[in-house]
C-alpha cells in the first residue's frame, strides 16, 4: 500500500451534517417533481465522510468517544445555501462556507487514516447537500429553477451526526456536539 493510501473500509456507518431547515423544502421538490423520496433514512445532509468505520468499531467502547472528542473541537458555524450545482449525475446545493466540512472530513481522515472519502472514489472533497440524483438535465434544470426562489436558506450548524447502515437503511446512532453548541 502507498503511504497515505486509503484501505478498504466496509459502508457501514457515515458521519453527516444534518441540514434540518432544508427538511420542508427538499420533500417538497421531491413530491412535486416526483423525484425519489430517499427511504434510506437520513434525512438531508452534508457528508462529512462515507464510508466511516465498520459497525463492530462503533459505540462507547469503541470509537464513539474518540469521534465525540474530534467534533467537540469543530466549532459551531453558520451556513449558506444560496445556489445549486451539479455533478454528472447529482444536483446539489452547495454549502457556503465549504470549508468547515472540509476541515471536519479532513480531521476524521487525520485520526482514522484508513478513510477516503466515498472509498477513495472522488479526489476532492466537495461538501454538498444532495437534491436528487439521475435525472434528465431538463428535469435537473426545473428543480434548480424551483429550489432557486426559496433560497439563500441560513442555518447554524452545530453538530455532526454518526449513521449506521444495515445492508437496507441508515439509522442514527449518536449526535455530536461541536464545541460551544
Known sequence: MVAGEARSVPWESAVVVRVPALDKLIAGLRRRFSLPLKQNGIPPHVTAIVPFLAASSLG???ALPALRTLCAGCAPFDVTF??????PRVLYLAP??????????RSLMARWPQLAPYGGGHRQIVPHLTVTTSRPPRVFDKVAEAIGSALPIVTRVEAAQLYE???RRWSELATLPFGGA
Open 60 to 62: 462507547e467502547d469503541g
Open 82 to 87: 444560496a445556489r445549486t450545482a451539479r455533478f
Open 96 to 105: 457556503e462556507p465549504a470549508e468547515p466540512f472540509i476541515a471536519l472530513a
Open 165 to 167: 447502515f444495515d445492508g
